[in-house]
């Protein structure tokens, strides 16, 4: 467990580094804008990019009716927090696992995905014997290959075993394309969400089609959200990383409609070596960045380059003739925010230059 | 903060996945050989590896002299843990970071590394005010090119500057070769460590040539600790990953005088999804592992592949006629030890296929 890098009140410079920590200016007008579009369709914001109640609960005083999770645990960490709606979006197999979902289920309004008929019995029976109902969709595949039972007939197939199974409310269908999230050009990602929005209205007309009512059609993320909202067979939208944007979506190339979301979540880090004129060590590395997405990005200072992590060194190359000192704070920008907020066990919330708060990030390693 | 995925007694198939488990067997194989391997010569394995004082400990009862660390608030867990004897293999700025350190230095013997002279104010200050000595050592480049002074006179001279100073006692040279660790075949990594022990040889001389009493000159990764140790210029070695091994140093090749470490970090993993005859989808992915030196690696099961991971889900390819069955377990090698270790809260320590403890993982997102 790391120790908490500052305490609330204390100015910028006593943050001890590296430390995560959100703009709250950018992270509000961030949640403001995103509660703003999606007026008159249903956000649930998947907390597994930030993993923190605090911020649950300010995207819900904005009228967001609950949250996305990824996993049991995480969610029990919501729940906990008082969270009443909690969608896991994800397929849930083991009884061990499944048990726990349905206890869940005794405080708040638990969804889970399904996608084969052969887990139903075990959730069917799990959530009876506690007493619960658990709201089911049905995953379909939209073209990302991962999870999903095909679209059409074969979902409204699974769909009618799970209507038929006591202890679970088919509730609907979970669409997501993860990749399209991060297709570089907004044809690209419409192309996409078109094509899922098919599987949609397929999987839609195949439910009719068997007199079995479908609630709520659920997906989207922070990439394609737009699209999705804008479709016409959405019921709801699931962005996460929209809270604190990153390097990778940064990358993305904004259509003429984008609402432009700001860079809200940093590490800043401190130079602990200057070896060479063109080069600084940073205390933040491997252990303080996901590195899937590419390295953090320096923030404000134009000179310096993140080139190179190892277990033990940030290198930053320098440009000639802009010497960064010993100790000097370096703002970065993680190249993709979820899995790096997953690091740390706090976010510090920073404005005007001063520690407002300090976040637990209570779902950090909420893995099971 | 995680769950603890399993107790003290349970049986494997008890345990909850994803969970980071070590084999004890395995293990302690590894851990002998390297005693056994290193007599004759000062053992202070790298704790960043495995951040764990359960195996801190099980190193020391075993001739390791005490451990390294890399962050200050690494070593406090093991100070706390009762470690006696820690080296901070890192420069350390800023007030205060320097003056945890030297609060350490009151419960147990604390090196760190120094590579500008412009350091050396500070942390004598703060050692004599906090009335300890801190054990300092001069980091020498010798090949990495990320922290360090260059080698010979200039690194002689900061020793200098170091001895001259009250509250910190020169204590030796660090010689680490990071990069070398990695190089994949023996000549190279031989061919490395020759060029960097030319480096300590040359600092050696300029040390005696101010008449600088050297004690010692510490490094070695678990690449190439074979050649400091027969190089005749390394005291101390500071191999970390042995006690675990990953993908990334199995991709190695072994010298003909290679000590075969064994894997024994695991993490067990659970098929959540079969959507297809060629693929299944396991619950472990980019928060579950490190990616920094490639995917994990399925152990023991020849027909699947881990292929793929996002934020969601980690991709098995499955060959032809070879299924894999909803909730069946899958062990994954880590492609890289030591920042997979830090995403987890607990260790599972398995013996004959019963949890034979769980180790706390004291040190994770000890960044500070």
Redesign the interface.
């Known amino acids: 467990?790391?120790?908490a890098?500052a305490r609330p009140g204390d100015p910028l410079a006593?943050v001890?580094?590296?430390a995560l920590c959100v703009d709250l200016e950018a992270f509000e007008r961030n949640l403001d804008r995103m509660a703003h579009a999606t007026r008159g369709i249903r956000l649930r914001p998947h907390a597994?990019s930030h993993k923190t109640p605090e911020i649950a609960r300010a995207q819900i005083a904005r009228g967001a009716i609950g949250v996305c999770c990824?996993?049991t645990?995480e969610a029990a960490a919501f729940v906990e927090a008082g969270i009443p709606e909690v969608l896991v979006?994800?397929?849930?197999?083991?009884p061990?696992?499944v048990r726990r979902l349905a206890d869940l289920a005794r405080h708040a309004t638990i969804g889970v995905l399904i996608?084969?008929p052969?887990?139903v019995p075990l959730l069917a029976q799990t959530a009876r014997a506690a007493g619960v109902l658990l709201d089911a969709y049905v995953e379909i595949?939209v073209g990302a290959?991962?999870?999903?039972?095909a679209p059409g007939v074969p979902a409204a197939e699974l769909a009618g075993a799970i209507a038929a199974a006591p202890g679970l409310r088919f509730k609907g269908v979970q669409a997501y394309h993860?990749?399209a999230q991060h297709l570089r050009t907004p044809a690209e990602r419409n192309a996409a969400v078109e094509a899922a929005a098919a599987h949609v209205r397929a999987t839609r007309a195949a439910l009719a089609q068997a007199r079995i009512a479908c609630d709520i059609v659920t997906g989207a993320g922070t990439g394609t959200w737009q699209h999705e909202r804008d479709s016409g067979v959405y019921d709801e939208l699931q962005p996460g990383s929209y809270v604190f944007m990153d390097a990778d979506y940064a990358r993305n190339v904004a259509g003429a409609d984008a609402l432009a979301f700001e860079q809200s979540l940093f590490v800043i880090a401190?130079?602990?070596?200057?070896?060479?004129p063109d080069?600084a060590?940073v205390?933040?590395w491997?252990?303080?960045f996901?590195?899937?997405a590419g390295p953090p990005v320096v923030h404000g200072r134009a000179v310096a380059h993140y080139v190179k992590?190892?277990?033990?060194?940030g290198?930053l190359r320098i440009d000639r003739g802009s010497p960064i000192g010993?100790?000097e704070r370096i703002w970065l920008v993680p190249g993709?925010c979820?899995?790096t907020v997953?690091?740390?066990?706090f976010l510090v919330a920073i404005r005007d230059g001063i520690v407002e708060g300090i976040w637990p990030i209570e779902a950090?390693?909420?893995?099971?």
């Not at 401190?270 to 060479?276: L, Q």
């Not at 950090?364 to 099971?368: Q, T, W």
């Open positions: 467990m790391q120790r890098p006593a001890e580094t590296p597994k990824q996993k645990d979006t994800n397929e849930v197999v083991g061990a696992k996608d084969a052969a887990v595949d290959h991962r999870c999903g039972v993860g990749p401190s130079v602990m070596s200057t070896p060479a080069r060590i205390d933040a491997l252990k303080a996901s590195f899937d992590a190892s277990d033990e060194h290198v010993l100790d993709h979820d899995p997953n690091l740390y066990d950090r390693g909420a893995l099971g």
